[in-house]
């Protein structure tokens, strides 16, 4: 799955299992720790204890002789894989296996060392044997199926190897603790754990690269249509089909008017914070409408519907939007008198080349062709006419408008032929 994402997102989520791998080392390091200061301070503070559990005396420093090197060598690897993960640079597939190799060994040392100082049937129903599952449930922040699943064997095949040299197993019989099912079932029920671990690592790692795919197909999208896509879009948007195509497209051009000169008495923070705030309100009404702003044009943009989705609704939609945005200028004009605002819009409906245009750096999708011009056309001629919205005929009927106003066929800019156009 990774390696179905594009590099950046392969490259951060190798970089988050690197991290993951860190907190595993720190918890390590940590039970150690807690494990070296518990029995050192067993063996100082409460030494009738110790009496009762050991044959002879056992020396302070035993301990630390035991889990020491293990605590360097968890620190010492927390040091390389931090180094690593600063230079960029992976941790090789082989000295993972070693590293949990060694780390894992640590509850068998503690048993062969203990086996000498106590009985060691005794010593396998302590608690050294149960660090072996701490070790088990740490592995699965690995994010590695067969790490897991190898730190379970370890410590299955250690804990009866161990059994097998510290105690005179009895095949027929003997006391329970000495017998071969005893001990081979519970290095089963460690490898049971090891592969329950497994699953649960390769699962958590799944979620990981499925997440990864999911922002990267999210980041696709954004970056084609811009930010300002409904989240209902996007969503549709994942499963769509982008590639290059003609279908038909109804498109929208608004402008306001007047706002050039409207700039000259304004600071550029107000301006931008005008802009901001009028549009905020006609992308709300675009995205309820099912359309999306393909590109902002100063003091106007561009909106398609039935562009990247096909919607046979395309044209009463863009319609809708446009009666919602007349009736949002009403509103805002009587809330803010002193920034009343007016507009031009444009609409048509016809076919159109959508796909993705631009250089393999940056790419954006949009649609072009003619119906894309006729609609800039309209939106101009609202200047002409005195109107704020104008349709084309095709709009008018895929619409079914039938308040719209004729104004019977005009001379358009760029058109041999003059165009029946309608106003609302």
């Known amino acids: 799955m990774v390696d179905a994402v594009p590099g950046a997102y392969a490259h951060a989520l190798r970089r988050e299992i690197l991290r993951s791998e860190q907190k595993r080392m720190r918890v390590v390091a940590a039970v150690l720790v807690f494990v070296l200061c518990l029995t050192s301070a067993g063996l100082l503070l409460v030494p009738e204890l110790a009496q009762r559990l050991f044959r002879e005396d056992v020396a302070p420093w035993l301990p630390l002789a035991a889990i020491g090197p293990f605590i360097l060598f968890e620190l010492a690897a927390l040091t390389l894989l931090r180094y690593r993960l600063a230079t960029d640079r992976d941790f090789p597939q082989p000295t993972r296996f070693l590293n949990a190799l060694v780390e894992t060994s640590m509850p068998g040392v503690i048993i062969y060392v203990l086996a000498h100082h106590m009985e060691p049937q005794v010593v396998f129903g302590f608690w050294p044997p149960l660090l072996y599952f701490v070790f088990i449930v740490l592995s699965t922040l690995r994010l590695d199926f067969w790490l897991s699943l190898w730190t379970g064997l370890v410590a299955a095949v250690e804990l009866f190897a161990l059994a097998a040299v510290l105690i005179p197993i009895d095949l027929t019989g003997g006391q329970p603790e ?124 561009l909106a398609l519907f039935g562009a990247a989705l096909p919607d046979p609704a395309a044209a009463a939609n863009a319609l809708s939007a446009g009666r919602a945005m007349l009736l949002a200028v009403d509103d805002w004009n009587r809330d803010h008198p002193e920034r009343a605002l007016n507009v031009g819009i444009g609409i048509h409906i016809g076919e159109a080349v959508t796909g993705s245009i631009g250089s393999p750096r940056r790419k954006e999708y949009t649609a072009i062709g003619d119906t894309v011009n006729l609609a800039a056309r309209l939106e101009q001629l609202t200047k002409e006419t005195g109107a704020r919205l104008l349709l084309s005929d095709p709009v008018r009927n895929a619409a079914a408008a039938s308040d719209a106003v004729d104004l019977g066929r005009l001379e358009v800019r760029g058109y041999d032929e003059p165009v029946r156009v309608w106003k609302l």
Request: proline share 1%; hydrophobic share 50%; net charge negative.
């Open 178 to 301: 000495e017998m071969l099912i005893y001990h081979l079932s519970r290095s089963v029920m460690l490898m049971l754990a090891g592969t329950a671990a497994a699953i649960v690592a390769r699962t958590l790692r799944q979620q990981f690269e499925n997440s990864v795919a999911a922002a990267a197909a999210r980041d696709r999208v954004t970056n084609l249509f811009g930010q300002h896509v409904s989240p209902m879009v996007v969503e549709q948007l994942l499963d769509a089909d982008l590639h290059s195509t003609k279908r038909t497209v109804c498109v929208m051009f608004l402008d306001i008017r007047g706002f050039t000169a409207m700039t000259r008495t304004r600071t550029a923070d107000e301006t931008v914070t005008l802009l901001n705030d009028f549009f905020a309100e006609m992308i709300e009404i675009v995205d309820r409408n099912h359309g999306f702003i393909n590109k902002f044009l100063g003091d106007g943009f």
